[in-house]
């Protein structure tokens, strides 16, 4: 009697796997994977939404460089215009300060800019303010907000406040910045 050897026995079947099973859960991972992408869709939506109603999307100064550039520049001059003078160039100074002023600051620049004239020629005075920083706080269309520090040195007469912190409301008229309004703070 002859005992079969392993390589005559009959050949082993190999394992292989129900393709209905492998169907069934390459169907489950896909529609898991969509679930998963229409769930991050819909929060993306949200989080979309939600950040262009904010007032940081209507902001033009965060993203609008040259017009924020242009604000910076012609604002910061603006303001040295305003909180300098020379008493011996008055009229002149004061019709540089009035050319960026507009709306009711004009006549309010005036008003004070009397008291100026009564002190600057008996002090000799001469004020130069400098902007040494100052930033566009908010630019929408022909209106931005811009935080300013004013630095003031006197080289005659009585010292001014040597730095002050302004938030200053400018109004694009004709193509230029003009102040519209001034705050201390």
């Not at 303001?79 to 960026?100: G, H, K, N, P, T």
Request: proline fraction near 5%.
């Amino acid at each position: 009697m002859t005992i079969p050897t392993r390589s005559q026995s009959a050949p082993e079947q190999g394992v292989t796997p129900n393709r209905r099973v492998v169907a069934v859960a390459t169907l489950v991972v896909l529609v898991a994977a969509l679930v998963i992408a229409v769930v991050l869709a819909a929060w993306f939506r949200g989080k979309a939404n939600q950040l262009a109603g904010s007032a940081a999307a209507s902001n033009d100064a965060l993203v609008d460089v040259g017009t924020t550039a242009q604000v910076s520049g012609q604002v910061r001059d603006a303001v040295q215009r305003v909180y300098s003078y020379d008493f011996a160039r008055l009229d002149d100074d004061e019709r540089a300060a009035a050319d960026v002023l507009t709306g009711p600051l004009v006549q309010e620049y005036h008003q004070q800019f009397a008291q100026v004239r009564q002190l600057a020629p008996s002090e000799q005075a001469v004020v130069v303010a400098t902007v040494p920083t100052l930033a566009v706080r908010s630019l929408n269309g022909d209106r931005a907000i811009v935080v300013v520090f004013v630095e003031r040195q006197a080289r005659h007469g009585t010292p001014p406040p040597p730095l002050a912190g302004l938030t200053v409301t400018a109004q694009r008229v004709n193509g230029s910045w003009k102040i519209a309004e001034v705050e201390e703070f």
